[in-house]
């Protein structure tokens, strides 16, 4: 289930609505860019909420990918998730049906993305590494 916590209150946190998911894969990242919430689960499936009105989100779409989506973070209009491994870039044209447009594999498992200016930063185990951020074209 995807939770909605009303948080204006630290000392009193209340939930305000629930929704499921597109199928019962366990989910490990989300990300918001402007009204659409984004769902990365297990089993290659992104899910897609229209979160207009918080108190009724709504499953607006999915996509399959090439792997369980463990972290999301968005740029310029592209969605960027890892699968341990993999990292997949998104395009959000229509953001209700994000479309897989690329992949860059690499050697060790990735924890952690994060994106600042044109960076994509990279918590490969130890270390963190630093990418220029390029579209899958």
């Known amino acids: 289930y995807l939770r909605v916590i009303d ?9 305000v609505a629930t929704c499921e998911l597109s199928s019962e894969d366990h989910a490990y990242a989300v990300e918001i860019i402007g009204h659409y919430l984004y769902v990365g689960k ?18 607006a779409g999915y996509c399959r990918n090439y792997g369980d989506i463990r972290s999301l973070v968005s740029w310029n209009n592209r969605l960027y998730g890892n699968s341990w491994r993999t990292l997949t870039g998104f395009d959000l044209s229509d953001p209700t049906q994000p ?22 930063y990279m918590l490969p185990g130890k270390r963190v590494e630093v990418l220029q951020i390029f579209a899958f074209e």
């Open 7 to 15: 948080i204006s209150n630290p000392r009193i946190q209340q939930q």
């Open 42 to 59: 297990e089993l290659n499936m992104l899910d897609v909420f229209d979160i207009t009105n918080p108190a009724q989100p709504v499953l």
């Open 99 to 120: 479309v897989a447009v690329g992949q860059s594999d690499y050697p060790e498992r990735v924890y952690a993305l994060e994106v600042a200016g044109d960076n994509l």
